[in-house]
């Protein structure tokens, strides 16, 4: 056997003592991390679960003594308040917001019709990460003056529902229940463009998001957890977030 060969063979061997890994990551995460699951578990012999949900409610989860062996957060600040928790703090990827309206809806046409009369405008809640950067990028059009100081005042009239977790607020425009919603680039899959289309959103008004990351100090699979980081923030793991949406840290 080549040593090329014996490399590669000892990569995709099962790690002796195989672990069983929960991992609490943003909804946000679900496509790229089930991808990155699948692919880990292939490398390393571990099993891998995933509780996805808002990250505001992963953290009081955390907070309330729910075992996991990693947190991957939409945000710093449902992140930053268990420090004591968890181990370094790493970014793993940047998002960025999109205005996604349904397909065959012609009322959202620019970010200035969310402040329109009769629009049905979705948002995640504001202790969700992406309602938190919504509302930034709101307050940003408000500061810039494009559309009038109160534009973010009128817009936030137009919510008619506040949603848990980005996938929801995303649904609601798929099955047609909302005008208009703000989700993150990466939510608009290749699955949800055959419903809804992307409402330009200018740069100036955009908000970046890091997506921190880091072991649980509790975890009964310390090295098993550094491994999954280390495959995310690595090469490999970088790509598959790239292939969906997501930006480099």
């Known amino acids: 056997m080549n040593r090329w060969l014996l490399l590669t063979t000892l990569i995709l061997l099962p790690t002796a003592g195989a672990a069983n890994l929960t991992v609490f990551a943003a909804s946000s995460l679900t496509d790229a991390f089930t991808e990155i699951g699948r692919t880990f578990d292939a490398r390393t012999g571990h099993r891998t679960t995933f509780q996805f949900a808002g990250s505001q409610v992963l953290r009081t989860q955390l907070a309330a003594g729910a075992r996991a062996d990693v947190f991957a957060s939409a945000s710093d600040a449902q992140f930053t308040p268990l420090a004591g928790l968890l181990g370094p703090r790493a970014v793993l990827a940047r998002n960025r917001l999109t205005v996604i309206a349904p397909r065959n809806n012609p009322k959202v046409q620019t970010v200035r019709d969310l402040a329109g009369a009769g629009v049905r405008l979705v948002l995640a809640a504001p202790n969700v990460p992406v309602g938190d950067y ?7 059009v408000d500061r810039a003056g494009t559309y009038g100081p109160d534009f973010s005042r009128r817009a936030l009239g137009n919510v008619v529902s506040e949603e848990s977790n980005v996938r929801q607020v995303a649904l609601k425009v ?4 909302a005008d208009a919603a703000v989700v993150y680039a990466s939510d608009v899959t290749p699955a949800l463009k055959k419903t809804v289309r992307v409402v330009p959103l200018p740069s100036r008004f955009n908000q970046l998001a890091d997506y921190p990351i880091g072991t649980l100090r509790a975890s009964a699979n310390g090295d098993a957890a550094r491994a999954f980081v ?15 949406g997501f930006l480099s840290p």
């Open 174 to 177: 798929s099955l047609n229940e």
């Open 230 to 244: 280390a495959f995310v923030t690595g090469r490999e793991g970088q790509a598959i977030l790239r292939r969906w």
């Open 134 to 140: 919504s509302r930034r990028m709101l307050g940003a």
